[in-house]
């Protein structure tokens, strides 16, 4: 593991570099995170929060009303919130980070707390780490997330489990993933994710 992730050092830093900040003091930022799985479609993309759900690559999906049009944030990257159970947004109440009852990552929308009943709740996780810290799922006996191929050629993300309800049926075409959590420094990035 450690030869795996020394590595993966040097190439990793060139392809963070536009959007990695420096290293932080603080034990638990907020942070973004990417994929890793060499040698497949999936390596280096980024977590993208869209539609109560998450996927890797494509693009954020965010929201600003109009009342706070002016001083929006950009809301184009998606960022947790320390601890990695919520979302890093403005909107009052925040939005919360679970796993659906199909093991589906998800999030709440904005101004509800409304999370499907059997969900877990609670169990994602930052895990500081050298050189890298992680992004983990630690619910149900699952063994971190992966990704599995949708008709639309995305990549959703679920907890990596065997039973897992994913989009084309079987979880044998979901590839598992090192969720590497980069911490993020600066304003928050989005009023709320949408
Ligand atoms: C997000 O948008 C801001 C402002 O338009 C831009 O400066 C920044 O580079 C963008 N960041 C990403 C990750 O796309
Ligand atoms: C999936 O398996 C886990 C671990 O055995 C179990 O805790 C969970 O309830 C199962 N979920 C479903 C939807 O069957």
Redesign the pocket.
């Known amino acids: 593991m450690k030869t795996f992730i020394a590595s993966l050092a040097l190439p990793l830093l060139a392809a963070a570099a536009?959007?990695c900040t420096p290293a932080t003091t603080d034990a638990n930022p907020p942070f973004s995170v990417m994929a890793v799985r060499s040698a497949s479609p999936i390596h280096y993309l980024q977590l993208n929060a869209a539609g109560q759900k998450f996927w890797l690559g494509g693009q954020t999906s965010s929201y600003c009303p109009t009342e706070v049009v002016q001083n929006c944030p950009?809301g184009?990257?998606t960022i947790l919130a320390p601890g990695g159970n919520a979302l890093d947004v403005e909107v009052p109440g925040g939005q919360q980070v679970y796993v659906d009852p199909t093991g589906a990552l998800s999030f709440t929308q904005a101004h509800s707390a409304s999370i499907p009943a059997g969900s877990s709740v609670g169990n994602l996780a930052y895990q500081p780490g050298t050189p890298w810290a992680h992004y983990t799922f630690n619910g149900w006996g699952a063994t971190g997330l992966m990704a599995c191929p949708t008709e639309d050629n995305r990549w959703q993300v679920f907890a990596a489990m065997s039973n897992a309800t994913v989009p084309s049926g079987k979880v044998g075409d979901c590839l598992g993933f090192s969720a590497l959590a980069l911490p993020y420094e600066g304003d928050v990035p989005a009023w709320q994710y949408a």
Request: charged share 0%.
């Open positions: 536009p959007t950009p184009n990257q």
